[in-house]
């Protein structure tokens, strides 16, 4: 089987190996079915490894969070191949599925070959996982072909979008928030109605947090996904509460703190991330990932360390608290982390994959102004100086989540400004599921443009991102859906950008502006 048809068989559903039956000197302790339910993946590559992961569950929705799991320990063997037929084993071990930890494993591979592809499966109890791919990071500036991803509530669309997202076959796929919802059935509920249904209750508990996750990695599309790529994932609101700010909850309700504990450990167990960036009550997911000399990745987290929103939150107009110099969105020490990054880099490319929107955005039409106080705009301040700091730095990009509509904006130091030197651009994906089918009303996007004229593009429509990268330039596709509500939508591009690369820093503040098609 070649790499193609290996990537067609994964999208299809078709590398799920009959499962073996268990030796009979084991049949007591044996698994009463297949365990491997929530598929496989992988994430962070580095150019010797990555992250392998799995969790064991042959009932997904039992109703304590367990997968219907013994609350005994598990083996799990894993292997890692040069080919798909896995005829040359490069890597293999045994790691234990601990019943503490939800039975999930995190296997962090060295050792390997820069810049190349991988096959990986697992195997416990006699029964064989999906095989996927994988890949490490090359060593020198080797183009890169990645997706761009966010927002994906279960509710409110089937996951056609990671499926057609797959069979574009990515060489990374960047996900930056809302991978899972906390609500209850119905909680948050779309335009187009409710097409699936949410395990019972708002999330509060860690086993709530748990089944929910196992929920949603049970959606085969969104296994595609994972099965064809490794992923650099971050969390944003919504795999805690909505609009949660540092350690203050939304909705005022006692305990928070325990329960974001909780709901980082439920997200660690279901993500591909490396062991160390659980430590305590606290979720690591600000990290730096390179491809190579040609980019870096500046993950942020945009939730966990930030002040309280201004304003009571919400879209609202004449808050100048929001402007206020000691506001942080980024918290003092990821500040100096992401300002030691920025200023450390060699990478030819610096991509800042973060949550929030970072462009100024008005929603009044007409005289007057209203910001959205849960985004960068809450926080302007902080903004002027990352954005400061941009304008230093070698080919910044910044790539977002959220807003559940792609935009394409010029990043100023002062958006007031026409005249203002854009010093990066600012790519937002549309969501995979949230808000449904979405709609193009051109009138409202008109008038949002012409409000906001450093913001060159807006589209409502379901979707995800594709760029390649190389060297010269950043070629990105803006993919749309016309509908998830039921399933067989095809993927579009509804729209094009090439920004170019532009050859030193100091010439950065001065760069053309981008060709768009």
């Given at each position: 089987m070649d790499r193609r048809a290996f990537?067609?068989?994964?999208?299809?559903?078709?590398?799920?190996?009959?499962?073996?039956?268990?030796?009979?000197?084991?049949?007591?302790r044996a698994l009463r079915s297949d365990p491997f339910t929530l598929g496989v993946a992988s994430g962070d590559p580095s150019t010797d490894g990555f992250v392998l992961w799995t969790r064991l569950a042959v009932d997904p929705m039992?109703?304590?969070?367990?997968?219907?799991?013994?609350?005994?320990?598990?083996?799990?063997?894993?292997?890692?191949a040069t080919d798909d037929r896995f005829a040359k084993i490069v890597k293999s071990g045994t790691a234990t599925a601990r019943a503490r930890d939800a039975h999930s494993v995190h296997v962090e591979l060295k050792g390997l070959e820069p810049g190349r592809d991988y096959f990986y499966r697992f195997r416990s109890q006699g029964r064989l996982s999906p095989a996927a791919r994988t890949r490490t990071a090359p060593s020198g500036e080797t183009p890169l072909r990645f997706a761009v991803a966010a927002c994906a509530h279960y509710e409110h669309g089937y996951y056609t979008a990671y499926r057609r997202l797959a069979e574009q076959e990515p060489e990374l796929v960047v996900f930056l928030g809302d991978y899972m919802y906390e609500y209850g059935p119905s909680g948050y509920t779309a335009l187009a109605g409710r097409v699936r249904t949410h395990t019972p209750g708002k999330c509060q508990t860690l086993a709530d947090y748990r089944l929910r996750h196992a929920q949603y990695k049970s959606d085969?599309?969104?296994?595609?996904?994972?099965?064809?790529?490794?992923w650099l994932v971050s969390f944003d609101d919504h795999e805690v509460e909505n609009?949660?700010?540092?350690?203050?909850?939304?909705?005022?309700?006692?305990?928070?703190?325990q329960r974001r504990a909780q709901a980082f450990r439920a997200y660690y167990e279901n993500m591909p991330l490396r062991r160390a960036s659980l430590q305590g009550a606290v979720l690591r997911v600000n990290?730096?990932?390179s491809w190579g000399t040609l980019a870096r990745f500046h993950l942020l987290d945009t939730r966990q360390f930030r002040d309280d929103q201004a304003c009571l939150d919400g879209v609202r107009a004449g808050c100048d608290d929001r402007l206020a110099d000691k506001r942080t969105l980024l918290g003092n020490d990821q500040w100096r982390w992401l300002e030691s990054g920025l200023n450390g880099s060699t990478a030819r490319w610096n991509l800042l994959g973060q949550q929030i929107m970072m462009a100024h955005r008005d929603y009044k039409i007409g005289p007057g102004r209203e910001v959205n106080l849960d985004s960068w705009d809450g926080y302007a301040a902080e903004r002027t100086?990352?954005?400061?700091?941009?304008?230093?730095?070698?080919?910044?990009?910044?790539?977002?989540?959220?807003?559940?509509?792609?935009?394409?904006?010029?990043?100023k130091t002062d958006f007031d400004d026409p005249d203002s030197p854009v010093v990066a651009r600012e790519l937002v994906?549309?969501?995979?599921a949230s808000d449904g089918d979405g709609y193009r009303d051109r009138t409202w996007i008109a008038e949002a443009l012409q409000e906001n004229p450093h913001i060159s593009y807006i589209d409502q429509r379901r979707g995800y991102l594709v760029a390649r990268l190389d060297r010269d330039e950043l070629s990105v596709d803006f993919r749309t859906l016309d509908y998830i509500t039921r399933k067989g939508a095809k993927a579009k591009t509804a729209h094009h950008i090439t920004i170019p690369s532009v050859a030193d820093a100091a010439a950065a503040a001065g760069q053309a502006a981008p060709r768009i098609g």
């Open positions: 990537l067609t068989a994964a999208t299809a559903g078709l590398l799920l190996p009959r499962p073996a039956a268990p030796a009979a000197a084991s049949s007591s039992g109703g304590d969070g367990r997968g219907g799991m013994p609350s005994r320990d598990v083996d799990v063997d894993w292997q890692v085969p599309d969104l296994q595609a996904a994972h099965a064809v790529a490794p609009n949660w700010a540092g350690q203050v909850s939304s909705t005022g309700a006692p305990g928070f703190g990290r730096r990932v100086r990352l954005l400061g700091s941009l304008a230093r730095t070698q080919n910044p990009v910044v790539l977002t989540g959220d807003a559940h509509m792609h935009h394409l904006a010029e990043l994906a549309s969501s995979i």
